[in-house]
């Protein structure tokens, strides 16, 4: 069961009285999210992520194609829609003067919530999102982190079915953002909350996403989980072969490989597929009369995908 | 949407710019210095000119009215000018509120906090120039009052809808537009005395006739025949309009990207 099924969705701003500008910040768009999963939306700056996060969301109305979101229709049935989703981003902002548990109240209300069981609700996110000590202590006075963390308390509030993160742990530190993915993925598997996250943080995608597309321009380029992405792209593995004598010459012709490069002593070949290709080249090399000393095999990380994809 | 929920959501609004009104000091400025400095300095003026208790009370009225209905029209704009400030814009179009719920709950944080300028500015106005602003009577003063609220909520809605349309460099409205009311609602004076093209104009204000219905209780000759009702009907058409142009404001800024812009 789909939670998102989005199709050539199109978006162009304008902008500019006299000389109109266009910008076409998405160029048919397609996915399809299913329930209960973690899906991640990367890309570079301008690609095109918030503004396929925010029509999701009901805030921005696309220009073609259709959207359809836990079985609402984004345009006709967005009230409804707004009862089951909710929202957080990177450098969140809120009332200032509002103290932490006065804004989740705020927003609670909003969804219907009232009486002992806003003030349950209200307890129970200062307490999932370890606010306790913070909760009477205003928006203004909070740090990066703690203002993070009231977003994320306010995405709860409505206990939402469909969860979207726009770069939750942008400008955190390293031990604060493993407390945010660790909230995040506890969502899922303790909820069963769908998420859709974007981030620039390839290490956060490939920790969390069941599913990631890449979009660039307006337009995905690539899906699909993080091992077959790398796979999609061609990076390929990498075998380092410590070997005697260092070089062989015919090892970059050898099957599978797809380019050599000494470093360091080391000879790294990228090869398509290392589980294959390994013994092959143990084998060739023994019946070379090459003595390998040592072999380390490397898988590509996502970001090496982003920053080809990104090219 | 059920009924509790609209209340509920019509609380939530109140309770947040009550909130916010409590902690700032400039909103304790905004409700009691520019109220207090315009009736005393109305009040002295009218002394130094030697005008009667009669025309006196005229101009008090009117100072009295206008910062009513600027206060209260501020907390409205409130709605939309809060999230501005705040650039939590998205946050609330992002619920499953519709306008309604943002206007008339400050609006009614409006109410409470016009009537405490109201009250305050006749204890005022009495104690300083022995003008009697209940003179009239509770009935009386009401009507005057819902008259100032509806303008004000009026104002209000449109500046939303202005600030929604442009963005934030339009909260200049919020300060300025109760002073086109100032000049065409005959806040000083008498609407006859204006040029009839403008007079026209200022007959399509509601306060003018809210104004005009006041006064008559101090002597003054009505110039109009049924001011409450033509004030109420023309309060009911402009609440339309302007509720409409604020729908019509979101749903161009759900199109142009503003309601997002906003919130960067």
Redesign the interface.
């Known amino acids: 069961m789909l939670a998102i099924d989005a199709r050539d969705v199109t978006k162009t701003f304008r902008s500019g009285w006299l000389r109109r500008r266009e910008t076409h910040a998405l160029r048919g768009v397609s996915l399809a999210v299913p329930r209960g999963a973690i899906w991640g939306l990367l890309g570079p700056n301008g690609a095109g992520k918030t503004t396929l996060l925010s029509i999701l969301a009901t805030l921005l109305t696309p220009d073609g194609g259709s959207v359809t979101v836990l079985g609402h229709d984004v345009l006709r049935e967005a009230t409804a829609l707004r009862h089951r989703l909710n929202m957080a981003s990177g450098r969140p902002s809120f009332l200032w003067s509002l103290r932490v548990d006065e804004i989740i109240a705020f927003y609670g209300r909003l969804y219907g919530l009232h009486g002992a069981a806003l003030r349950r609700r209200v307890d129970q996110l200062v307490a999932l999102c370890e606010l306790v000590p913070f909760r009477r202590v205003q928006y203004s006075e909070l740090s990066t982190g703690l203002k993070q963390r009231v977003a994320l308390a306010k995405s709860l509030v409505n206990d939402p079915e469909l969860l979207f993160l726009d770069e939750p742990t942008l400008g955190l530190d390293p031990d604060v953002s493993g407390r945010v993915r660790q909230h995040i993925a506890r969502l899922r598997r303790e909820q069963g909350i769908t998420i859709v996250l974007t981030t620039h943080y390839m290490r956060e995608a490939e920790e969390l996403c069941d599913e990631i597309a890449f979009i660039k321009a307006g337009q995905i380029l690539a899906r699909g989980t993080p091992g077959e992405l790398k796979r999609q792209i061609r990076l390929g593995e990498v075998i380092a072969l410590k070997l005697d004598p260092a070089t062989v010459a015919w090892l970059a012709e050898a099957p599978g490989v797809l380019r050599c490069a000494e470093a360091d002593g080391w000879v790294e070949c990228t090869v398509d597929e290392a589980e294959k290709r390994l013994p092959e080249l143990l084998r060739a090399l023994h019946a070379d009369g090459v003595v390998v000393r040592n072999v380390r095999v490397s898988e590509p990380d996502l970001e090496e995908v982003f920053v080809e994809l990104a090219k | 949407m059920s009924w509790?929920?609209e209340l509920?959501?019509v609380?939530?609004v109140a309770?947040?710019n009550a909130?916010?009104a409590s902690?700032?000091v400039f909103f304790f400025f905004e409700l009691l210095f520019w109220p207090i400095v315009g009736v005393v300095s109305i009040g002295l003026m009218t002394r130094f000119l030697g005008l009667t208790s009669q025309q006196a009370s005229f101009v008090l009225i009117g100072t009295i009215a206008l910062s009513v209905v600027n206060v209260c029209q501020l907390e409205v704009a409130y709605a939309v000018l809060?999230?501005v400030w705040?650039?939590?814009v998205?946050?609330?179009?992002?619920?499953?509120?519709?306008i309604r719920?943002l206007t008339v709950g400050s609006w009614l944080v409006g109410i409470v906090r016009g009537s405490a300028i109201f009250v305050l500015l006749a204890a005022l106005g009495w104690w300083a120039f022995g003008f009697e602003v209940l003179a009239p009577g509770f009935p009386a003063v009401g009507v005057f009052l819902l008259g100032c609220f509806l303008t004000a909520w009026i104002v209000g809605v449109a500046v939303c809808a202005l600030i929604t349309l442009f963005g934030n460099r339009a909260e200049a409205f919020a300060w300025s537009s109760v002073n086109l009311v100032l000049v065409l609602a005959g806040i000083y004076y008498p609407i006859s005395v204006l040029p009839d093209s403008v007079a026209a104009i200022a007959a399509a204000i509601p306060l003018t006739y809210f104004l005009d219905a006041y006064r008559a209780h101090f002597g003054f000759v009505s110039e109009f025949r049924t001011p409450i009702a033509t004030g109420l009907a023309l309060s009911a058409l402009y609440a339309a309009l302007a509720h409409w142009a604020f729908f019509a404001a979101i749903?161009r800024a759900?199109?142009?990207?503003l309601?997002?812009k906003m919130?960067e």
């Open positions: 509790r929920s509920l959501a609380w939530a309770v947040r909130l916010m902690r700032n809060l999230d705040s650039k939590s998205k946050h609330q179009f992002l619920a499953p509120i519709g719920h749903q759900r199109r142009t990207g309601l997002l919130s």
